[in-house]
């Protein structure tokens, strides 16, 4: 089982609500449907998730009206990720967290992942993404993409584990780091950039915290480009690309 992330930065401008990038999300279906068997994917909100949510002042404050409209625009980014995936010849499947996770604390503590598990063994392309979910404790959050990732790839124990963005990796000094451990972090941890535009889930650190989460769990992940042609084709083969992040020898 692969999971595959595609970040939002690559399919929106992030800094412009409800602009998609359609050219992009068709390059990116396109190298998906070479080899679309076996997989989960998951898409970053991008500007249709994060500009919203930053106006309702999601996740700090519970806004009714606010969790419908956040909602509701992340999934007009969905609708066009899958008719880009069924132009491509996949047949490709919505899975809207709102409706299958429950958080506690912000972060996932249920999630009803077996009609994903039928969806794949029957070859279908379930496609999840970021999204506002309820919570136990705290009446609504935000799921990133990068935790429902993690979730999922532990939960399914995956065998590829790669997550897309529009950076090279995990950047040291302007070059992408080869591979990365948790030991790694306190040395790395004030280089860590945000993101272009507004990002209410934490950016590449948040992303990093999740993916070494991962690894403390015995799976590896890589970060990789998602925006340079042929990338997210290498990741879904295996081929190291990027950042991989790894537990510790
Ligand atoms: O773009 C965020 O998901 P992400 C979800 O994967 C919302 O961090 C609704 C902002």
Do not use: W
Not at 144 to 172: H, K, M, P, W
Request: with cysteine; hydrophobic share 45%.
């Amino acid at each position: 089982m692969k999971v595959l992330k595609i970040g939002g930065s690559i399919l929106t401008d992030k800094r412009r609500i409800g602009a998609a990038r359609l050219g992009e999300i068709q390059r990116v279906a396109d190298e998906i449907a070479v080899n679309p068997e076996d997989l989960v994917l998951v898409h970053g909100a991008g500007s249709f998730g994060h500009i919203p949510a930053r106006r309702y002042g999601l996740p700090e404050n519970f806004n009714p009206e606010g969790l419908r409209a956040t909602h509701s625009s992340v999934v007009k980014l969905n609708d066009l990720v899958i008719d880009a995936l069924c132009k491509a010849g996949v047949f490709a499947m919505p899975v809207h967290p709102f409706s299958c996770v429950l958080l506690r604390d912000g972060r996932i503590d249920s999630f009803a992942l077996k009609p994903i598990e039928e969806m794949v063994r029957d070859g279908l392309l379930p496609v999840l993404h970021g999204d506002v979910a309820m919570d136990a404790t705290r009446k609504a959050g935000i799921v990133s993409g990068d935790q429902i990732v993690t979730y999922v790839a532990r939960a399914l124990q995956a065998e590829v584990v790669a997550v897309g963005c529009n950076v090279d990796g995990v950047l040291f000094s302007g070059e992408p780091l080869r591979e990365l451990t948790r030991k790694d972090l306190p040395s790395i941890e004030g280089a860590l950039g945000g993101s272009a535009g507004v990002d209410v889930t934490g950016g590449m650190r948040g992303k990093l915290l999740e993916m070494l989460d991962l690894a403390d769990a015995g799976i590896m992940s890589v970060i990789f480009n998602a925006g340079t042609e042929g990338n997210v084709l290498r990741a879904l083969r295996g081929e190291p690309i990027g950042t991989m992040v790894r537990r510790p020898n």
